[in-house]
């Protein structure tokens, strides 16, 4: 991981950040320390000259990245996720970073499907076009299947991507490890970790089966949703390097123009964005990360059809009741009720006052719903409620930043289709029906009887367990007799437990 061609990538990095003016931009938004700062300058300035030049027309971060090559752009867009590292304002000049690259032969394209596939291309589809889209990683070309003549869409992962990829991610760990080891309270952001984090991701976007497979779980949670669309994969001409899903007609979001002169009804549209966006994240806690106007068309019948599943979202069931509650708790401004439930939680310390934390959530939520309706955003105030919570010790939450920034994108497309949209009058049903179903009576016994069910599995291995137990306790080791009390009491309340979750959910039948 450290040997020459690492540093050489080292230096050119700092080169090239300096070449285009993005040093200064990085160094201020992560707040970095002196050490970090120096070094950083030793390493760049000296050898300005090697830097890339990138195009003079972009933002300096974001031309810098763009320079570097595919393994940059791709951090650059996961760091706009994780504005807890890079801050607000770099995050958001990181999320209009384009993932576009100039197109490799469809030459290339042809001999990797033959390779994949173990046959001819002609044999499998009747026609296969140039390039239709070229990202980082991968490229996508419209064909014609010969068996059934269906439409499709073939991504196709750049020839050698994964080299080039494993090369960049060993240089971003020598850096972390540096920037660690010069700067110890630069620990705080976790640089390794990050770079962990990020190493990840690519290597499932570089397995086009994980994103199959996410199309695939996609489809499935959302095929009986009205008006949204996920394309079908096909799943005998998907593989590690390629990936086949149904092509899917209609006009691009980012095509107003051509939305009006269809005849679309914008703000149904924008309705339908926003609320599928959250059935999806509380409903099935599986969500699309990334629905910016270039994966989102509109199909002829006036669908919503998702495009691009490299970057999918998801929440345990516990912290998606969480997130509805603190929700609804803003909606109704119940700001007492936002406040208990970051502490039942756990998400900020019990020594902190929680009608201090309560009044504090005030000032986050009023001046927001004081605006009008083209100025209320749940983006923001999921913004400004992470900054409250960090003053009062609440720890960084992955998921958490990725819903925030996601929805952050999600409301940029309602926004740009109907400008007047009022998000939380949108958004409320949506949050009533999950908490309708998933908090009261019905969920406690839907929860007693999971555990009821958890704790039966145990049943043929009571007995084992229960003398495991006895000759554990006849026989204590030496060095730590215990007595036994602890573990009959832990037993007995085990036992009182069972029993009135099964007499609950007999009493509910």
């Known amino acids: 991981m450290r040997g020459p061609h690492n540093i050489w990538r080292l230096v050119r990095t700092g080169a090239t950040f300096e070449r285009t003016g993005a040093m200064g931009a990085v160094l201020e938004a992560v707040d970095a320390p002196r050490p970090i700062r120096v070094a950083a300058r030793v390493l760049g300035w000296p050898f300005k000259w090697l830097g890339l030049k990138g195009d003079p027309t972009m933002p300096p971060v974001v031309r810098a990245l763009t320079a570097l090559g595919p393994a940059y752009i791709k951090f650059g867009q996961i760091l706009s996720t994780r504005a807890d590292v890079v801050g607000p304002e770099m995050a958001a000049e990181l999320q209009v970073l384009q993932d576009k690259l100039p197109p490799f032969d469809t030459s290339d394209a042809r001999r990797v499907v033959a390779e ?9 589809f009747s026609a296969f076009s140039d390039p239709v889209a070229a990202a ?13 003549g269906r439409d499709v869409a073939v991504k196709i992962l750049r020839p050698g991507i994964e080299r080039a990829f494993r090369k960049d991610v060993d240089a971003f760990h020598l850096m972390a490890t540096l920037i660690e080891t010069l700067s110890p309270s630069s620990r705080r952001l976790r640089p390794r970790d990050v770079i962990t984090h990020f190493e990840g991701v690519v290597t499932q976007e570089l397995d086009l ?27 005998g001409l998907s593989s590690r390097r390629m990936m086949v899903l149904g092509w899917a007609e209609g006009v ?28 999806h994240a509380l409903r099935d806690g599986f969500f699309h990360a990334d629905m910016h106007q270039g994966n989102l068309k509109v199909a002829p019948n006036g669908d ?117 949209m009022n998000i ?9 029906e999950y908490i309708a179903r998933n908090i009261g009576p019905q969920a406690v016994a839907r929860d007693l009887f999971r555990t009821a069910m958890v704790l039966s599995r145990f049943g043929p291995r009571l ?44 009493s509910l039948i």
């Open 424 to 432: 939380w009058t949108a958004a409320r049903p949506v949050v009533e």
């Open 209 to 235: 089966r994980i994103e199959a497979s996410a199309a695939g779980e996609f489809a499935a949670n959302t095929k009986d949703d009205e008006g949204f669309v996920v394309p079908a994969v096909e799943w």
């Open 304 to 420: 919503v059809v998702a495009l691009d599943f490299g970057i999918m979202g998801r929440l345990d069931e516990y912290t998606r009741r969480v997130y509805a509650e603190i929700l609804m708790g803003f909606i109704r401004k119940d700001y007492r009720r936002v406040a208990e439930v970051h502490f039942e939680a756990g998400y900020v310390p019990q020594d902190r006052d929680v009608a201090e934390f309560a009044q504090a959530l005030r000032s986050v939520g009023e001046p927001i719903f004081g605006m009008d309706a083209s100025g209320i955003s749940m983006g923001r105030l999921l913004a400004y409620l992470f900054e409250v919570t960090e003053r009062f010790g609440m720890e960084t939450r992955t998921e958490l930043i990725l819903l925030q920034r996601t929805m952050v994108v999600v409301e940029g497309v309602a926004r740009s289709l109907d400008e007047d």
């Open 463 to 506: 007995p084992q367990l229960a003398e495991a137990a006895l000759i554990a306790q006849a026989h204590p080791p030496r060095q730590d007799r215990r007595p036994v009390w602890p573990e009959r009491l832990a037993l007995g309340l085990g036992g009182v437990v069972v029993g009135a979750a099964l007499a609950a959910i007999l």
């Open 116 to 124: 994949e596939m173990g046959r001819p291309v002609d044999e499998i």
């Open 252 to 279: 691009p979001f980012s095509n107003l123009a051509a939305i009006d002169v269809g005849g679309y009804d914008r703000k149904a549209l924008a309705q339908t964005v926003l609320q599928m966006f959250l059935r």
């Open 136 to 148: 980082s990683i991968a490229q996508v070309h419209r064909a014609t299947l010969v068996e059934g």
